[in-house]
């Protein structure tokens, strides 16, 4: 198991009046090796909870078990813990600063205070494990295309070889190539090199396709955890959270309101033709 979640309760601006209660009693764990979905409306909590996952947001009551370990008991290295699980910020480009490139995603693992040739044998794995090839390492990160600049936020975190990736709305604002782009590189870490990934996203049809897991957040509490199928089953309750289902999960109720016996779980197109197929042949 590599995250716990007991309890949690974050309250931003407590005692003030400005008090917002932007977590309320979330426990969840996320084992080694998951690809998990995180999902809500905007101010549903997400952020929140993520920036909690590694330490730079400390939580108001409530505990955090990394790999067994309390990340609030004394002495415990909040440092080491963002080496283990690598968050990338929402529109991450924003925190590119570096001249070129290959320096920007050498920051992180010089901030370990590895050896010079450590630091750039980790950038140069993380920038081909990104698409991104020697080419690109000179140039400035800010003459880059969007989907670009942000394989380059996210080689900056691989470079520090996390064990958790933990991505932050990776595809708000790229187009659609640019948003393929990403989640098939994310989908691609988790598989080639057996990532655990927390993929935030207020999209169900972008991380359906994806992930084996989905946690729902609704205002500030963990609504719905489960796969994708058992999660879309509840397609009323996520139009009541401003969600909704991948569009094809409506075309299949729809049919099944017709008397046509299509399995309800269906949410992928590519399952729906299949199923569909299927019936015209029997
Ligand atoms: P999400 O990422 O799902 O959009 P957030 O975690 O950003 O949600 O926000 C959860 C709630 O906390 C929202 O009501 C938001 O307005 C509030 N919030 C977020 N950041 C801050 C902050 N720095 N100060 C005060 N309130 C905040
Ligand atoms: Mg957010």
């Not at 929140?48 to 078990?65: E, F, P, R, V, Y």
């Not at 990338?88 to 010079?116: A, I, M, R, T, W």
């Not at 090839?133 to 394989?151: H, N, T």
Request: net charge negative; charged share 25%.
């Amino acid at each position: 198991m590599a995250i716990k979640v007991e309890h949690l309760n974050h309250i931003y601006g407590q005692d003030t009046i400005f008090e917002q209660y932007a977590l309320k009693d979330v426990s969840l764990t996320i084992g080694d090796g998951e690809f998990v979905g995180l999902i809500g409306h905007t101010g549903s909590g997400k952020s929140t909870l993520t920036q909690h996952l590694n330490g730079l947001l400390k939580a108001s009551s409530g505990d955090i078990l990394y790999n067994g370990t309390s990340i609030y008991s004394e002495g415990y290295s909040l440092k080491e813990l963002r080496s283990h699980v690598g968050l990338v910020f929402q529109y991450p480009e924003h925190q590119l600063f570096e001249v070129d490139v290959f320096s920007d995603v050498c920051f992180g693992p010089k901030n370990l205070g590895l050896e010079k040739e450590e630091i750039e044998r980790r950038a140069r794995e993380a920038l081909q494990l990104t698409g991104l090839d020697e080419s690109f390492y000179k140039q400035s990160p800010f003459e880059l295309s969007g989907g670009q600049k942000r394989r380059v936020a996210i080689a900056g975190v691989l470079a520090m070889q996390p064990e958790v990736l933990i991505l932050d709305e990776p595809t708000a604002g790229l187009d659609p190539r640019g948003r393929e782009e990403i989640l098939g590189l994310v989908a691609r870490l988790h598989e080639e090199q057996g990532m655990t990934v927390i993929l935030v996203s207020h999209s169900m049809e972008d991380v359906a396709r994806y992930v084996s897991r989905l946690i729902v957040m609704n205002h500030g509490e963990k609504a719905l955890d489960g796969t994708p199928k058992e999660v879309f089953r509840h397609y009323k309750e996520l139009e009541a959270m401003g969600l909704a289902a991948p569009q094809i999960t409506y075309v299949v109720q729809a049919l099944r309101e017709r008397g046509i016996p299509i399995d309800q779980d269906i949410t992928t197109v590519a399952e729906a033709r299949d199923a569909i197929l299927a019936m015209w042949k029997r």
